[in-house]
């Protein structure tokens, strides 16, 4: 089969189109992750013994899963539960939920790192528990984590094409559409390669822009 390029610029807007949804639902996906995954880490962390081990068990469970049926889950048992939502508004929970419990250990890694004396310094200085966390912890913990981060955005963004399964028009769904219309899959197939290695490499090179502006690694 030869490469047509006709065909290929004919599907190149459409898929473009379809790039956007993957875009938005790994920004919007990530944003929530990284709240979410805060928010584990402070309350396994937290003097509440209940909620520290409620907060790990789903961390647990959460990870242990596949995105694959928590994305079934919420698509077509979720709204016997009264939680119904667009295809589009259960790929981004899924994706933010799934991930979160991967960003909470990252978290963790990070908050150990933060030397002992910086939480007695906290206490000593009488902070309270939030300004503690914002003021001191956070500030240290973070930019060292940035790097696991990263990865872990890329390698949502290589997710996004499971939200086809609970019919979301996403850049793949979107390339076998016009493969089916046309009997053609070579060109459509190519070109969402193409788009996920330019937009995989241009988010690595925003992460490590970060981390230099960040501190956390030094231009060569």
């Given at each position: 089969m030869k490469f047509e390029w006709t065909f290929a610029w004919n599907v190149l807007p459409e898929l473009l189109m379809a790039l956007r949804v993957t875009v938005f639902a790994?920004?919007?996906?990530?944003?929530?992750?990284?709240?979410?995954?805060l928010v584990w880490t402070i309350a396994r962390r937290g003097s509440v013994a209940p909620i520290a081990l409620v907060a790990r068990h789903i961390v647990e469970f959460v990870r242990s899963t596949p995105l694959l049926v928590q994305l079934y889950f919420l698509f077509y048992v979720a709204p016997e539960f009264g939680l119904a939502m667009s295809p589009l508004a259960t790929g981004v929970l899924a994706l933010g939920i799934h991930y979160s419990s991967y960003l909470s250990e990252v978290y963790r890694a990070g908050i150990d790192a933060v030397p002992k004396g910086q939480w007695e310094a906290a206490r000593a200085l009488n902070l309270c528990f939030a300004d503690t966390w914002r003021l001191v912890i956070i500030p240290q913990a973070l930019p060292p984590v940035l790097p696991a981060m990263g990865n872990y955005l890329i390698a949502m963004f290589k997710d996004t094409p499971m939200l086809s399964a609970i019919t979301v028009l996403e850049l793949l769904q979107t390339a076998k559409i016009a493969g089916a219309e046309h009997f053609r899959y070579l060109e459509p197939l190519t070109l969402v390669g193409v788009?996920?290695?330019?937009?995989?490499?241009?988010?690595?090179?925003?992460?490590?822009?970060?981390?230099?502006?960040?501190?956390v690694i030094r231009p060569r």
């Open positions: 790994t920004v919007l996906g990530m944003a929530l992750a990284a709240v979410l995954g788009l996920f290695l330019a937009l995989s490499l241009g988010s690595a090179a925003c992460v490590r822009w970060g981390e230099r502006r960040l501190g």
